[in-house]
């Protein structure tokens, strides 16, 4: 079993329609990240999160850590959020990141 | 550039060849890490080097693998006697602290194909 999961693996949305994908993790964690990797492979840091919720633009992450579990959410998708959005943890004591295998969300237009 | 660049962008080597990636780190960026990303899986780390000094190489996956840092600023990732299953986009990634992931900066990646 991964340490980190994603769900769902592939989400395929309309435009304007709300997304929402999720993370859950088994580690004891120090802080949870929110990437996003473009088709050309560059990522991108969206959020990092040790509690609570953020918010930037469009976009919403929230982490519950009794859970273990945090959800990332994009209002309004848009065609250009097409990406592959990656949960990452950052284990405590550590520098290392665990990487779960990624949401690979398509808005159509 | 202000970013990190990796060169090249796409290599295509035969079974048996050796194969040399390499990472140009933002200026002044203490700690850099390797990762490998398979196809359709996230990224796994390879190595961590904080400098010069390599402090952590547990992810390397052979001992094919070698990745070097020399003056603290560029590294390469040399893979020897490649095989198929090396074929993976490797992502470097700096940041400006020592011991720590964040702020993480990310290169576009090589995406490296074994034929």
């Known amino acids: 079993k991964n340490e980190v999961e994603q769900s769902p693996q592939n989400l395929t949305a309309q435009e304007g329609e709300f997304i929402t994908i999720n993370c859950s993790y088994s580690?004891?964690?120090?802080?949870l990240h929110w990437l996003q990797q473009h088709p050309g492979g560059g990522i991108v840091s969206l959020f990092m999160?040790?509690?609570g919720k953020k918010k930037h633009g469009r976009l919403i992450a929230t982490i519950n850590i009794q859970e273990k579990h945090s959800s990332l959410h994009i209002t309004a998708s848009h065609p250009r959020d097409s990406a592959v959005y990656i949960c990452?943890?950052?284990?405590?004591?550590?520098?290392?990141?665990?990487f779960g295998t990624g949401t690979r969300l398509k808005v159509l237009a | 550039g202000a970013g990190v660049s990796q060169s090249p962008r796409y290599k295509v080597a035969k079974r048996g060849q050796d194969v040399a990636l390499r990472c140009d780190p933002i200026?002044?960026?203490?700690?850099l890490f390797w990762y490998q990303q398979a196809l359709g899986q996230g990224p796994e780390f390879l190595t961590y080097f904080q400098n010069e000094a390599q402090l952590d190489k547990s992810g390397l996956p052979s001992d094919r693998f070698f990745a070097e840092r020399p003056e603290g600023s560029v590294s390469t990732l040399k893979i020897q006697r490649t095989q198929q299953e090396d074929s993976a986009v490797y992502l470097c990634?700096?940041?400006?602290?020592?011991?720590?992931?964040?702020?993480?900066?990310f290169g576009d990646g090589t995406r490296l194909s074994i034929l």
């Open positions: 990452a943890v950052d284990t405590s004591g550590t520098y290392k990141y665990i």
């Open positions: 200026s002044g960026h203490v700690s």
């Open positions: 580690v004891g964690i120090s802080a």
């Open positions: 990634a700096s940041s400006p602290l020592a011991g720590s992931i964040v702020p993480q900066h």
């Open positions: 999160l040790s509690s």
